[in-house]
């Protein structure tokens, strides 16, 4: 049965790399779409790319997670079970995204000298603020050929791209710690102990009508499934739930 996949973070580090993946699906969704229609969600989306890298030290937690994933790498090597190809090429692109992250001056940044975005950034930064009359220069770029914006779309996220790669690498690593085991609760409720986990995979039935909600850190953490309610917004489901649980 199809079922639907929530994930939880259990430090901020890892806050960070899901919010980041959550916006970069948004802006390459928004490359597929017509630029006209697409672009509040696009700019909102890049500019808090932007910020997030900006004010929290998101390149210094990725290069020492790639680091790590490197010596892993070098150490499953060893082993003769493992598929050689596969992990070179893998190891290869770690390296490879360690260069580029350890560079002095980020291609990223870059984006902040950008006169257009900037101008953009702070209009963008106040509610409502994106209308024509605030910004005539958007629309005039918005009625340029639609090829050309998407262009420049593109190029900006390719300034993004090894900071996109580099976190898609380490997320699938992590995902790949845990499998799912089946879990049955009484009263809706679940908790037991972090120690060594940084991230919750829980998949519930696409047709229950209740979902998850988390809370806990890296040293416990508890699932309590929750109903929508019309008069209090939800509700606690106190009824025997089964779900799957990955940790990892």
Partial sequence: MTSILYE???NERIRNYLKLEQLFVQVEECLTLEVALSHQVFFNALF????TLERNDIRGDIIKDLEKLEQNLV???KSPDVDSSALQETLKETVAL???LKTPSPQWMTLKDDK???SLKQRFAIQGGSSSFDLPQLKFWL?????KAQKQQAEWLHLLAHIQQALALILKFIRQRGTFETIKTNNGFFQESGEGLLLLRIKV???AEYYPTVSGNKFRYSIRFMCPCEQ????YCDLAIPFDLARC
């Fill in 8 to 10: 939880h973070p259990l």
């Fill in 48 to 51: 808090a790319i932007i910020d």
């Fill in 75 to 77: 150490v499953w090597s």
């Fill in 98 to 100: 360690l260069c580029q």
């Fill in 116 to 118: 257009f975005l900037a």
């Fill in 143 to 147: 009625v340029q050929p639609a090829q």
């Fill in 205 to 207: 039935r696409e047709d």
């Fill in 232 to 235: 209090t917004g939800r509700k």
